[in-house]
């Protein structure tokens, strides 16, 4: 069942069902200045950073689910509702969201009263623009009041929920000129505030949360929109808000706008005043200036709607899959840039006050963004190897304010390391800017350590091979990219994180063989880097220790149909046949059958037809088979989730591509396609009602056959699943792959395909692509004419001859 549709036209989804299976959410901002807005205008915004500047309060895991955000209610005769449904919940005559690039708009009407709210924040602008129309689509005049409703947060939104003794005493705010300002704190250290504002006179406001909402109603009932009035009430500590009120009448057909502002500003310490006790309003007054008329957001909207066709238009496919277009031209890489600037701080599921910037994370995400942005990509790489050690190993977060290691989680995440050399490259291919290589760049943010980023990526390699195990293959030390494969853990104790304890390291054998094909896989291809610098020794030292670790794989990391997925603390196999449950992990058989497929095709064919029939289901590819039914303790978190589900045999939509790249080199495209449709949101749509999350952004996991309830996914939009299944499919399905000097031509795709035309806009310059299929195969070029010349090889060479060439690949044998 669905609940909306894909408005390809527009860019949007279009929901039509307030009452979806989860809120289904959209983020406005692009740079710093940031909302989650759900499809019943909850949500919140902050300013950089999720945990130290949330401007609005919002109650995650609550009941009614999704309350808080940015509410305007409509009282009209004895009806109360709101645009947005919630959280009045009076059913309406007509009801759309409209999910967009940077946007949403939400529309209700009832009873002849039509109000349109339109959401976002423009570019280069700290604040949430909210612009309400009002419109009278009857026959007879209308008076109606109308509220809002913002509830402010105390900016530290840890300190927000926890800390009451203190923080129902802090609480200011000033009002003036229809703009309520909260001031929270800024007579002391803070230098910022924000506001809520409003470009025409209200008749009255309410800044204290109790005065307005009543101290034992919910959001639904505010006493004073029931009472048809506000108190101007000023609140001073408890619960600050803002909230304008508006008598309104309207002829028929008669037409009002409101623009509303939701502001942060910041300022130098000499100036925050303008008189004691009295902030500096100035450049308040110069953002309300700069959206204060209807043409100026219809100015901006058109500003938001180049700046994302411009990012959009660096890959567009044209393909009879309409499913596949809407993936890969408008949300997938949508999302892409979502994650690269969230991270896995701020959605429905991360509450923005747990996790920072992931250091393997954030360079996964790279590789889905890295076209759309090159700058902020070169800038997001110097950040990451920032935070790194001067032995290569690297705090496994940051935060996004300070960019400074979390110490709270450590390092000693032995994958980590190895995602730096993916990202710098992917970046380097992208943009063909080598110089990037020689930033210097401090270790543990200490620019008394600064080295260059190649050395970065050098102790990068050498962390592998510093930290062997018995069997020559990489110890896995807290974990790898599993979390939760925790093999040096072994807790017995409820209050310890699985992530940070390791009570066994002494004498520790425990192996990971995704780290094994991981370094083989990025190893390679810092040997390979290292040979187009020229750097022939170090090229010829590290192309050493990729081939041994090519054979220690062989030798110790083959199960007899797949890839073992580790050693444990004792040196047991896991992921072996021999194993009761766990016998085959997704992992390993991805790294190891990339690592290993152009010299072992026996292993990689038997590890991909076995991760085939006991790994994938109807709704993916689940993470290991048989799920976990007990806790074990040498394996650590992994087995305390019930089966099916996360780390425990989900579709950890994450590694799906990992097979779906690995079916791609070894020519099997129909294989690797129907892996890609499983999972890609557009191709499940109809199953909404099961699937529950977003039908437009992919989820970090959807619950496994061995699951209560298999199809049902959890934690959407923050998740690598977005770079990587962007990456698979544009890079190994379609094939089009950027490479230090050109981009290589490889596709894999359906037999059943006769062609498909990919626009590729390739360090500024476009190569107008069109690949035809007529013998009906999957992989092989037959034939590359370049502006009409035949090329000798499937790469196309970088020129700028033109700044548009036409390129016309023939498949075939
Ligand atoms: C984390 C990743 C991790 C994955 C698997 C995600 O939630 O952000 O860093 O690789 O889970 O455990």
């Not at 195990?469 to 853990?489: E, M, Q, S, V």
């Amino acid at each position: 069942m669905k609940y909306g549709f894909f408005d390809d036209e527009n860019k949007e989804y279009v929901i039509t069902d307030p009452a979806t299976p989860y809120p289904w959410i959209n983020y406005l901002g692009n740079h710093d200045f940031f909302s989650l807005i759900s499809n019943t205008s909850g949500g919140y915004s902050f300013y950089k950073d999720a945990k130290y500047r949330r401007l609005n309060r919002y109650r995650y895991n609550n009941t009614p689910t999704d309350d808080g955000g940015r509410y305007f209610y409509i009282k009209d005769g004895d009806t109360i509702w709101s645009p947005g449904w919630k959280p009045v919940k009076t059913s309406m005559d007509y009801y759309e969201c409209r999910h967009g690039l940077g946007y949403t708009l939400i529309k209700g009407r009832k009873d002849n009263l039509e109000a349109e709210v339109l959401y976002f924040v423009p570019l280069h602008f700290t604040g949430e623009i909210q612009r309400v129309k009002l419109k009278n689509t009857g026959s007879e005049k209308k008076s109606f009041k109308l509220f809002s409703l913002i509830e402010w947060a105390l900016w530290n939104a840890e300190d927000d929920m926890t800390n009451f003794q203190r923080n129902f005493n802090t609480g200011e705010v000033e009002i003036e000129d229809n703009v309520i300002y909260h001031k929270t704190e800024y007579r002391e250290r803070r230098n910022h505030y924000a506001f809520h504002s409003v470009n025409h006179d209200h008749s009255g406001f309410d800044t204290d949360r109790e005065s307005f909402m009543g101290l034992y109603n919910g959001f639904h009932e505010p006493k004073n929109v029931l009472n048809g009035r506000s108190s101007n009430s000023i609140a001073h500590g408890w619960s600050p808000i803002a909230s304008h009120y508006f008598e309104i009448e309207l002829k028929p057909g008669e037409e009002k706008t409101l623009i509303f502002i939701l502001g942060y500003v910041e300022l130098p310490e000499e100036k925050k005043w303008e008189s004691k006790g009295i902030i500096n309003k100035a450049p308040a007054r110069e953002m309300l200036s700069m959206y204060d008329s209807d043409e100026k957001v219809d100015r901006a909207m058109m500003d938001l709607a180049d700046y994302w066709n411009e990012l959009l238009s660096k890959y567009q496919i044209e393909s009879r899959d309409s499913k596949l277009n809407r993936m890969v031209n408008i949300w997938n890489q949508y999302q892409c840039m979502i994650t690269f600037n969230m991270s896995r701080s701020a959605s429905y599921f991360e509450s923005g006050i747990g996790r920072g910037m992931g250091f393997r994370d954030s360079n996964q995400d790279l590789i889905g963004f890295v076209h759309q942005v090159p700058d902020r990509a070169r800038q997001r790489i110097i950040d990451i190897a920032s935070t790194q050690f001067l032995d290569g190993s690297c705090y496994h977060q940051y935060q996004p304010l300070t960019k400074k290691g979390n110490n709270a989680i450590g390092s000693g995440f032995n994958d980590d390391p190895l995602w730096l050399i993916l990202g710098t490259t992917a970046y380097i291919k992208e943009t063909g800017d080598f110089s990037i290589l020689s930033e210097s760049v401090p270790f543990d943010n200490d620019t008394s350590l600064s080295k260059s980023l190649f050395d970065h990526l050098t102790v990068s390699f050498d962390h592998v091979i510093n930290n062997l195990g018995p069997h020559k293959l990489p110890l896995i030390g807290r974990a790898d990219w599993n979390d939760c494969l925790n093999l040096n853990c072994f807790s017995k104790d409820p209050n310890e994180s699985f992530q940070t304890t390791e009570n066994k390291t002494e004498g520790s054998r425990a192996e990971s063989l995704m780290i094994a094909g991981l370094f083989v896989v990025y190893g390679q291809e810092y040997v390979n880097l290292c040979k187009f610098l020229k750097k022939d020794d170090e090229a010829n030292r590290a192309q050493s220790h990729v081939d041994e670790m090519r054979i220690a794989i062989n030798k110790y990391g083959w199960d007899g149909e797949w890839f073992l997925r580790a050693y444990d603390f004792y040196g047991n196999k896991i992921g072996s046949n021999e194993n009761e449950e766990g016998k085959i992990f997704i992992e390993s058989n991805g790294w190891c059958s990339m690592a290993l497929f152009d010299k072992e095709d026996k292993k990689v064919i038997k590890a991909l037809d076995s991760v085939k029939k006991y790994l994938d289901c109807d709704y993916g590819i689940i993470l290991n088979y048989p799920s976990f039914t007990k806790y074990y303790i040498e394996l650590g978190e992994i087995s305390t989730y019930p089966e099916g589900y996360k780390e425990n045999g989900s579709v950890f939509c994450h590694n799906n591509p990992w097979i779906m790249i690995a079916e791609s080199m070894i020519g099997r495209g129909d294989q690797a396609f129907d892996y890609y449709k499983k999972i890609a949101p557009a191709y499940i749509e109809d199953i909404s009602d099961l699937h529950k999350t977003e039908p437009y952004v992919y989820a970090q996991m959807i619950a496994g056959k061995d699951a209560y309830k298999p199809g049902e996914a959890k934690n959407s939009w923050l998740t690598g699943t977005a770079a990587w299944n962007y990456y698979a499919v544009t890079q190994f399905i379609l094939g089009i792959k950027p490479d230090y000097d050109g981009l290589i031509v490889d596709p894999c795709i359906p037999t059943s395909w006769e062609g498909y035309k990919v626009v590729r806009n390739f360090r500024g310059v476009v190569y107008e692509i069109e690949i035809k299929n007529p013998d009906k195969v999957s992989k092989g070029v037959k034939k590359i004419v370049f502006d009409g010349k035949n090329l000798e090889s499937n790469k196309i060479p970088v020129v700028k001859r033109e700044s548009k060439h036409k390129v016309i690949v023939t498949m075939g044998n």
